[in-house]
Nanobody, 126 residues
Framework: QVQLVESGGGLVQAGGSLRLSCAAS????????VGWFRQAPGKEREFVAA????????YYTDSVKGRFTISRDNAKNTAFLQMNSLNPEDTAVYYC???????????????????WGQGTQVTVSS
């Protein structure tokens, strides 16, 4: 079992920054990949970024490349999503996810994860 709790969302002006955190408990954090996803009102949930269990490999959706950075601190059982140069199109509920099923994609639009946090709202005003 894995429990995930996001924090760090809020209201920010366009061009601003936020840092989301995902605190994990349960299974050994360093044993699984972590992904960040988002869902805007009226839209389907979409993949944002993912990081391997060691932190050595990361992937991003094209729309956030160069602006967002995913990282993890396995000693603190926490993953992060640093978001810079935010724009109104980034407004969404952001979810972290952990422990993709063996054999499934852990990054990209077809990625699958067994455990999800409750989400944190990010609102970017113009």
């Amino acid at each position: 079992q894995v429990q995930l709790v996001e924090s760090g969302g809020g209201l920010v002006q366009a061009g601003g920054s936020l840092r989301l955190s995902c605190a994990a408990s349960g299974r050994t954090f360093s044993s699984y990949a972590v992904g960040w996803f988002r869902q805007a009102p009226g839209k389907e949930r979409e993949f944002v970024a993912a990081i391997s269990w060691t932190g050595g490999t990361t992937y991003y959706t094209d729309s956030v490349k160069g602006r967002f950075t995913i990282s993890r601190d396995n000693a603190k059982n926490t993953a992060f999503l640093q978001m810079n140069s935010l724009n109104p199109e980034d407004t969404a509920v952001y979810y972290c996810a952990g422990d993709p099923p063996i054999g499934s994609d852990w990054y990209g639009p077809n990625s699958k994860y067994d455990y999800w946090g409750q989400g944190t709202q990010v609102t970017v005003s113009s």
